[in-house]
């Protein structure tokens, strides 16, 4: 029972926390600019199931938190059906109907009356303010937590390397790669780690002299916090200066944005990789793996630290990362043209836009459940990694071991 309640603590609390946060701002990014334009809200929920707290505010409005801690959203006043798109004739019953109950005049307070670039907005700011989480959080780790620095410097080359090969030498800094500037040598390997078999060019200053190379990183199998995985390598160490840099808020600000675009963008890219085959497919995530992600940090945190507060510092600032690639992941993903994401609504406005009425109720039903196909079959083959590579049910029992 004791080892169930610390694998309980170390795996499903942090993973909780870290959910319920990205969640949590995405929905209130909806809300807020829901809000602003004036758009009528029933419900803000956190979680789904039964709740275990709920409230009504004076605007009646109800918040509430689920026990199932996986999601969350926003219900506006008015919402008929899943898409959260009426058609024409749903429109017009709904109109009657609330002309009717309230007068012509209640009309604007709708989401679904209101003009299409405001409902494009109120759905665009979920995604957005994932953004800007990823933003802050960042920008908190490198202002308060400061970022390790090392030269992008080369070292150390490996013989019969890529990088032996392509032309290396001792002393060249890498400026850029495949044009994204390097400032340090852990950016180095953000990079070329998902570029396993492509040929990527590098640009170097030798002697004061620019030169450019190119190398095609080498899959190496690496032990990282969450054990084995291939990564690309070119065969270059850095040099064993490191200097522990604090920033003022306008440059953690700066930087915060900066390294939030590169996480997107490497996202981006490794999802390219994937579809096109030069990344497998199993290494796609589901809620398990980023669960054990979370526990093996918290862990991570707890045994290489001398004491409690240590622990607490770092383990904060590592949960803080993964909380803000997450919130990029997130905000990506809801941005996809997938009628059950934020993404597949701007489809559906987009159309309406342009056809000036809304897409047929028939074909926003057949949307809705393409897409929720397509998003539960990818959560399942995720999870199904997840279990297949974690040994979830050997790890089960050894719950109640």
């Avoid at 937590?145 to 013989?159: H, L, N, Y």
């Avoid at 500037?181 to 078999?197: C, D, H, L, Y």
């Avoid at 990282?224 to 850095?238: D, E, K, L, Y």
């Avoid at 390294?259 to 497919?281: E, M, N, P």
Wanted: charged share 15%; hydrophobic share 50%; glycine share 10%.
């Amino acid at each position: 029972m004791l080892y169930f309640l610390q694998n309980l603590f170390f795996y499903v609390v942090p993973f909780a926390l870290v959910l319920s946060l990205i969640v949590t701002v995405h929905e209130l990014g909806h809300f807020l600019v829901a809000k602003w334009c004036g758009v009528a809200i029933e419900r803000f929920a956190i979680g789904f199931g039964r709740p275990i707290f709920s409230h009504r505010d004076q605007a009646g409005v109800e918040w509430r938190i689920g026990w199932i801690p996986l999601g969350g959203y926003v219900l506006f006043s008015g919402d008929t059906n899943a898409s959260s798109v009426p058609d024409h004739d749903d429109m017009k019953v709904m109109r009657d109907d609330i002309i009717q109950r309230e007068g012509k005049e209640s009309l604007s307070r709708y989401f679904h009356f209101k003009p299409v670039w405001q409902r494009a907005l109120v759905t665009l700011a979920g995604p957005v303010a994932n953004f800007l989480l990823a933003i802050v959080l960042f920008a908190i780790l490198f202002l308060t937590f400061g970022e390790q620095v090392v030269p992008p410097r080369v070292a150390v080359i490996s013989p019969a390397s890529p990088a032996s090969e392509a032309g290396f030498k001792v002393n060249d800094e890498i400026v850029r790669i495949n044009g994204r500037r390097i400032t340090n040598f852990r950016s180095i390997g953000e990079v070329i780690q998902v570029r396993t078999g492509v040929a990527t060019s590098f640009d170097i200053l030798r002697d004061g002299k620019p030169v450019t190379l190119s190398a095609t990183p080498r899959k190496v199998i690496v032990n990282t916090i969450s054990g084995p995985r291939p990564v690309g390598q070119i065969g270059i160490a850095p040099p064993p200066d490191v200097t522990l840099e604090r920033s003022s808020l306008p440059q953690a600000l700066s930087k915060g944005v900066v390294k939030t675009w590169d996480t997107l963008t490497g996202t981006l890219y490794v999802l390219g990789r994937i579809v096109q085959g030069g990344i497998s497919l199993n290494q796609l995530h589901g809620p398990i793996g980023i669960a054990h992600l979370s526990g093996d940090i918290a862990k991570a945190s707890g045994e290489g630290s001398p004491n409690l507060l240590t622990s607490l510092f770092y383990g904060t600032a590592n949960f803080l990362g993964l909380a803000a690639a997450l919130s990029v992941g997130i905000g990506f993903m809801n941005l996809l043209p997938i009628p059950v994401l934020d993404g597949g609504h701007l489809l559906f406005f987009a159309y309406e836009a342009l056809a000036r009425r809304p897409l047929a109720a028939k074909v926003q039903a057949l949307g809705y459940r393409v897409g929720l196909a397509l998003v539960f079959g990818l959560m399942l083959f995720a999870t199904w990694n997840d279990v297949h590579e974690l040994q979830v049910f050997n790890f089960l029992g050894g719950l109640f071991s």
